[in-house]
Antibody, heavy 124, light 107 residues
Framework: QVHLQQSGPGLVKPSQTLSLTCDISGDSVSRNSAAWNWIRQSPSRGLEWLGRTYYRSKWYNDYEVSVKSRIIINPDTSKNQFSLQLNSVTPEDTAVYYC??????????????WGQGILVTVSS | AIQLTQSPSSLSASVGDRVTITCRASQGISSALAWFQQKPGQPPKLLIYDASSLESGVPSRFSGGGSGTDFTLTISSLQPEDVATFYCQQFNSYPPTFGPGTKVDIK
C-alpha cells in the first residue's frame, strides 16, 4: 500500500520560491510503471496538474505550459522522494498542493494515490 | 488542452436514489477518463478509471460509462457517506485536465 507524505511551509512571500517534498513509502520513485506528479487545487482554478517526473532508463519531466518557466520537479532516489520548486510566486499560486502517484498499466494511466495536501498561501 | 464540463454543477437527492453525473470532453478521448470523489478537507479519491473500471475497494454502487466525448458516473443507491464533490479527469492527452466538479448532497 503506497503512502505519500508531504512536507513544506504553508506560507511563502510573493516573488520567493515555494518548495515542497513528498516522501514515498510502499513504492519506489524509480519504478518504471509509475510517474510522480504535483497537482494543485484552488477555488478559482479548480484542480490543476503542474507536472511530473518519471524514470524510464533515465529521468524525464513534463510540465504544464503555464508554469513551465518557473517549475522544477526533482526525484531523490536516496531518500525515495520527489520535490516541487515553484519560483517567483504570486498570490495566484495560493492553493492546496498535492503530490500524486500516476500508476501506469495495460488499462492506462490513473492518479491512484494522493498525499494529504498542503495549503500554501502566498502573502507578505 | 482538452476541456471537460460537468453537469449538473450540484444536485440534491434522497438516500437510495439513483444519481447520474455527466462529463463531456471538448474532443474525443477514447475511454481515458477517470472519476474522483472528494470530501471536505481530504484529497480526491479515485473511483473509476478507463471510463468504466472500478478501482479496488470502491463500493459496487459506483459505476462509470461512456467513450469518446460523453461519460457518466452513476451511483445506483445514494448513501449518506456519498456526500461529496465528484470530478472527472482525462488522460488521453497531456496535460491531464479535470472537470469543474459536481457537488452531491442529501435531500
Amino acid at each position: 500500500q503506497v503512502h505519500l507524505q508531504q512536507s513544506g511551509p504553508g506560507l511563502v512571500k510573493p516573488s520567493q520560491t515555494l518548495s515542497l517534498t513528498c516522501d514515498i513509502s510502499g513504492d519506489s520513485v524509480s519504478r518504471n510503471s509509475a510517474a510522480w506528479n504535483w497537482i494543485r487545487q484552488s477555488p478559482s482554478r479548480g484542480l490543476e496538474w503542474l507536472g511530473r517526473t518519471y524514470y524510464r532508463s533515465k529521468w524525464y519531466n513534463d510540465y504544464e505550459v503555464s508554469v513551465k518557466s518557473r517549475i522544477i520537479i526533482n526525484p531523490d532516489t536516496s531518500k525515495n522522494q520527489f520535490s516541487l520548486q515553484l519560483n517567483s510566486v504570486t498570490p495566484e499560486d495560493t492553493a492546496v498542493y498535492y503530490c500524486v502517484r500516476e500508476r501506469i498499466t495495460a488499462a492506462g494511466a490513473r492518479f491512484d494515490s494522493w498525499g494529504q495536501g498542503i495549503l500554501v498561501t502566498v502573502s507578505s | 488542452a482538452i476541456q471537460l464540463t460537468q453537469s449538473p454543477s450540484s444536485l440534491s437527492a434522497s438516500v437510495g436514489d439513483r444519481v447520474t453525473i455527466t462529463c463531456r470532453a471538448s474532443q474525443g478521448i477514447s475511454s481515458a477518463l477517470a472519476w474522483f470523489q472528494q470530501k471536505p478537507g481530504q484529497p480526491p479519491k479515485l473511483l473509476i478509471y478507463d471510463a468504466s473500471s472500478l478501482e479496488s475497494g470502491v463500493p459496487s454502487r459506483f459505476s462509470g460509462g461512456g467513450s469518446g466525448t460523453d461519460f457518466t458516473l452513476t451511483i445506483s443507491s445514494l448513501q449518506p457517506e456519498d456526500v461529496a464533490t465528484f470530478y472527472c479527469q482525462q488522460f488521453n492527452s497531456y496535460p491531464p485536465t479535470f472537470g469543474p466538479g459536481t457537488k452531491v448532497d442529501i435531500k
